[in-house]
């Protein structure tokens, strides 16, 4: 049994930090969310030449460092730390690991481009009737000639706005909600018939309604099998859900670290507040909540590389850590800040919001309980 | 014991129903079901609606403007209002200022005051927190100096004030300054009425988390204010800042409010699908806690009505107000959170600015984030839930 990590992993963690600590200031972070485009280029453009970050999670004959999932792990949860909007997760955790197990052709040229940050990707799999279930897909892929063509509309998709490509899932066959048809497909985001409504979302980042209108794509855009990529993107979220647990540890350990050093520093009735036992057992049952999503966070990171029933069941078990930790930490942390909690101005906020959406990110809390229920006791009479 | 109405009961909530059906401005409910911020005209046009009615100030004695409703009455007014999705009339004038002149102030303050604060014509802002005295309000620090200046006299006042809610339409604003720096915090503190455009007053904006402008930073440098807009005794403030704190807390139960957020709530889920391909209120989990909501609310429902039922053999709201202020705002709270998670993956976009990005998503989603976010402070202000343990714990336990 080890729980440590390697040398390499931890001077990646190292590299991360001291380049967000010295780039990434809440002020630097501020600004550039209010400014267009909203996200820095330059940054990402630094994880890829400056820091070589973006290939750490890539085989060294894809031209990364060897990595894996354990790496992104840390990377996440750097980025949590400091708030990072710029796309790690869609461009490298979930278009990186659709191109390491789909391998569709040109998979490693793509692969190339992400890790010298030419590419960047936004993962359009929600649509507005389908809540968290990935299979209620109403956007079409009709074979046509060689190709296909897409037909629908994609909800809320994050980081659409500064992607190259997006990656869709489309029905080729199958009813609504079937797990036969769905399939895979990576399209220009400036393919003809692509439109998108940009917004900003509550936590910062930048997100799109993606309206596909007969786009036209070759076979080679498909990624996994014809009607059959279901087991991929249940995958493939999964490793996205595990690097959404690592960014959330990042974010609850700021909730956490912040709330106690506030409550040191705030007097009310001549003491600090934190000299009130009641504000104490609170901070501790945060940090209780701290330490148990860093344990799951853990297990699902290993889970990944187990059976699909095992992975999926400790994806879901993490997730369901995560999101009950940042309703109780996030809300603990404002509440206990008091009305500076409630500022723009203080960083606490950010965190608090951020923290909130992780908890319906690729499912809420009750979507993975529920997951977690059929996978361990079968389904509910 | 019963719950039985009245036939006056009726025939009033009947009156009431037809009232705000017939009068409440569509152009109003418009711009609140697209999340649009509201302006200062917004709210006064409803307050005079109700002025004209003779309904905007039910709780005041008779004699100023009054409804003389009973409890049952006030209890349906609420009711009614809640359920046409009204505004509600701004607490700052009505309902905290108000009791504290016709209790405390003199019969000049009161002829001065009481008829604009009913009518909506004086937009009111309350100066009590400062950055240093939120939940310890007896530690505030804003100075009042007594001076005479030909032959008049007057209070220059310096400080800070903080959290002042909608200040930055403010017309007059009520304030709480230290007169006596040396006696015990809650003795030497006095109740001031100061008029906004005096010289000297600045209200910068604090935007919250959620984005909007709500709350202000005042700041007072060498204000001079009349000492006839001092109300009650010098040094005795304090007498008429616990008056309010007590008021302030018997509107916050806000059942009828929730009553109606429940409504929506359950409106929202059953359009909205689950995962299992049904309306998310047949799914399992969603529909227990909303069935747990409902029976807290419930429970809440029934403490306020024996409070009602205490008050009307005249008592004032008392140490039981506490406890409907913490079950009411976590009430709310829960409710806010099951309107965004009802709403999915639409809780995430930023309605933004004017409500800039209304539209994405459905009308009931829309800016779902923003009110969870911002409900946040209701179990911070008012006296931070923590505190209101603390008086229960001290008053009425004894402890």
């Known amino acids: 049994m080890d729980f440590s990590f390697t040398e390499e992993q931890s001077m990646l963690r190292d590299t991360v930090a001291s380049y967000l600590a010295d780039n990434y200031s809440f002020d630097q972070r501020r600004a550039a969310l209010k400014a267009e485009p909203g996200w820095r280029p330059q940054v990402w453009k630094a994880f890829a030449d400056e820091l070589g970050i973006l290939g750490a999670a890539f085989s060294e004959e894809q031209g990364g460092l060897g990595g894996g999932s354990t790496d992104n792990m840390v990377i996440m949860e750097e980025l949590g730390k400091a708030l990072v909007v710029e796309p790690y997760l869609p461009t490298v955790v979930i278009g990186g690991g659709f191109l390491k197990h789909g391998k569709p052709a040109g998979a490693d040229e793509l692969i190339g481009k992400i890790i010298a940050g030419e590419a960047i990707i936004a993962f359009a799999y929600a649509e507005p009737q389908g809540r968290y279930t990935v299979t209620d897909l109403k956007t079409t892929a009709k074979k046509d000639g060689g190709g296909y063509v897409l037909n629908g509309h994609k909800a809320v998709v994050i980081g659409a706005p500064y992607a190259t490509h997006l990656i869709v899932t489309a029905r080729t066959g199958g009813g609504q909600r079937e797990a036969q048809g769905v399939s895979v497909f990576i399209v220009p985001k400036g393919a003809k018939g692509v439109t998108t409504r940009d917004y900003p979302t509550v936590d910062g980042f930048r997100a799109s309604e993606v309206y596909f209108e007969n786009v036209a794509v070759g076979a080679e855009a498909m990624i996994g099998p014809e009607g059959q990529a279901l087991p991929l993107v249940e995958k493939v979220m999964d490793e996205a859900l595990a690097a959404t647990c690592a960014e959330a540890c990042g974010v609850l350990r700021q909730l956490h670290e912040g709330t106690v050093e506030y409550a040191r520093q705030r007097k009310q009735f001549g003491q600090p507040i934190s000299s009130f036992q009641v504000l104490q057992h609170r901070m501790v049952d945060m940090f209780i909540q701290l330490e148990q999503s860093i344990s799951m966070t853990y297990m699902a990171d290993i889970k990944l590389a187990d059976s699909d029933v095992e992975r999926a069941k400790g994806v879901s078990a993490a997730k369901v850590q995560i999101g009950k930790a940042c309703k109780f930490v996030g809300q603990n942390a404002i509440q206990i800040h008091g009305g500076m909690g409630m500022t723009d101005e203080m960083a606490i906020g950010h965190y608090f919001k951020r923290a909130t959406m992780i908890e319906a990110a690729f499912g809420s809390t009750d979507h993975h309980l529920a997951r977690y229920e059929t996978l361990s006791l079968g389904k509910a009479a | ?399």
């Open chain 2, 1 to 399: 014991m019963n719950l039985d109405f009245s036939p006056e009961d009726n025939a009033f909530r009947e009156e009431a129903r037809a009232f705000l059906a017939d009068k409440y401005p569509k152009a109003l409910r418009d711009k609140q079901e697209r999340g649009e911020t509201l302006g200062k005209e917004d709210y006064l046009s409803w307050h005079r609606i109700l002025a004209e009615k003779g309904w905007s100030a039910p709780s005041w004695p008779k004699e100023w403007g009054g409804t003389d409703w009973t409890p049952t009455q006030k209890y349906i007014w609420s009711e009614e209002q809640a359920r046409a999705d009204t505004l509600g009339i701004l607490p700052f004038g009505v309902a905290m200022l108000a009791p504290v002149i016709y209790t405390f102030g003199t019969e000049e303050q009161k002829a001065k005051f009481l008829p604009d604060i009913r009518d909506g014509k004086i937009w009111w802002c309350q100066g009590y927190s400062e950055p240093g005295a939120g939940s310890d309000l007896a530690s505030l620090k804003t100075r009042a100096e007594r001076v005479t200046e030909d032959g008049q006299d007057y209070y220059i006042v310096n400080g800070q004030k903080t959290w002042t809610t909608l200040g930055q339409h403010a017309d007059w604003g009520f304030f709480l300054v230290r007169t006596d720096p040396d006696s015990k915090p809650q003795a030497g503190i006095s109740f001031l009425l100061i008029d906004m455009k005096t010289p000297g007053v600045t209200v910068r904006p604090i935007i919250t988390l959620e984005g909007g402008h709500e709350v202000n930073d005042v700041f007072l440098d060498n204000v001079k204010v009349p000492v006839e807009n001092r109300v009650f005794h010098e040094n005795q403030g304090w007498t008429c800042a616990k008056a309010l704190l007590a008021h302030e807390r018997s509107g916050i139960a806000g059942v009828a409010r929730s009553k109606r957020g429940l409504e929506r709530v359950r409106e929202m889920a059953s359009t909205e699908l689950s995962d299992a391909g049904g309306s998310l209120l047949a799914d399992a989990f969603f529909r227990r806690k909303v069935a747990e909501l409902e029976i807290d609310l419930r429970a809440l429902e029934f403490t306020e009505l024996r409070t009602l039922a205490g008050e009307s053999s005249g008592k004032g709201p008392g140490t039981e107000s506490s406890i409907l202020k913490i079950k009411g705002t976590e009430i709310q709270q829960r409710l806010q959170e099951l309107a965004l998670e009802a709403a999915g993956h639409y809780g995430a976009p930023f309605l933004g600015e004017g409500g800039h990005n209304s539209g994405v998503g459905p009308l009931h989603s829309i800016d779902t984030a923003g009110d969870y976010f911002n409900g946040r402070k209701t179990s911070i202000y008012g006296g931070s839930n923590e505190i209101q343990r603390n008086i229960i714990a001290k008053m009425v336990l004894g402890l």
